[in-house]
């Protein structure tokens, strides 16, 4: 059964801290990662890493894939408010219809 | 270009009651989703669809069915509500092209079974 686990389940940091958030998975077939935010509705998409780009970079956040060790991490540096949100890792897998199987998220809150 | 939508956003049902929820999309994409979301849970495939006319099982299907009729719509139906189906749920397009993973999520549908 394919499985997507992500820790720490929550998280509550000051403005200013770096956090490092943690996927592993156990699928079928991997071929893509992906990295979503979720406030208050819709996730919204932040990085998708494959064998060919395990390593994205946007403004202060920023993602790595390990293969060998089947896990994922995200970063985020100097974390501001507006940082807080559910992150959830998904993980897309070859031959499906594009589905992703979804982790629990990791609630992060970011206090004043 | 309004992305996808859903409709309704705020749903209260009865036991036993009926309902469908639209999804709607405006990129052409071929790929479309329905999940449920639950506290501590995070996003469950109830069904999904490759293509007008066709749909397939995702992980939790029971309960729930859905149709196709139109490449840009997906709808998602509850033939008797039970209350275990109380839940926040997604819809989500996605293109069909190689090497593009990425789904785009409505801004989901509140549901509360009493």
């Known amino acids: 059964e394919d499985k997507v686990v992500q820790s720490p389940l929550s998280l509550v940091v000051h403005e200013g801290d770096t956090v490092t958030l943690n996927c592993s998975y156990e699928?079928?077939?991997?071929?893509?990662l992906l990295w979503y935010k979720q406030e208050k509705k819709a996730p919204t998409f932040l990085f998708m890493l494959?064998?060919?780009?395990i390593e994205k970079k946007s403004g202060r956040l920023s993602s790595i894939l390990d293969k060998k060790e089947l896990s994922s991490i995200l970063n985020i540096t100097a974390t501001q408010t507006g940082d807080s949100a559910i992150y959830l890792c998904?993980?897309?897998?070859?031959?499906?219809?594009?589905?992703?199987?979804f982790g629990s998220g990791t609630q992060l809150t970011v206090l004043p | 270009n309004a992305g996808v939508t859903q409709t309704p956003k705020f749903r209260v049902l009865k036991t036993g009651q009926s309902m469908t929820l639209l999804c709607a999309q405006d990129?052409?994409?071929?790929?479309m989703y329905w999940y449920r979301q639950d506290p501590g849970m995070g996003l469950r495939l109830i069904h999904y669809?490759?293509?007008?006319?066709?749909?397939a099982k995702g992980e939790v299907p029971d309960g729930y069915n859905v149709s196709r009729l139109k490449k840009q719509n997906f709808l998602l139906g509850l033939e008797s509500a039970a209350p275990s189906q109380t839940s926040v749920y997604f819809c989500a397009s996605s293109y069909s092209g190689a090497g593009v993973e990425t789904q785009y999520f409505g801004p989901g549908t509140r549901l509360l079974v009493l």
């Open positions: 494959t064998s060919s780009g």
């Open positions: 669809s490759v293509g007008e006319g066709t749909t």
């Open positions: 699928v079928t077939n991997f071929r893509s």
């Open positions: 990129m052409n994409h071929e790929y």
């Open positions: 998904a993980v897309g897998f070859s031959g499906s219809a594009r589905q992703l199987t």
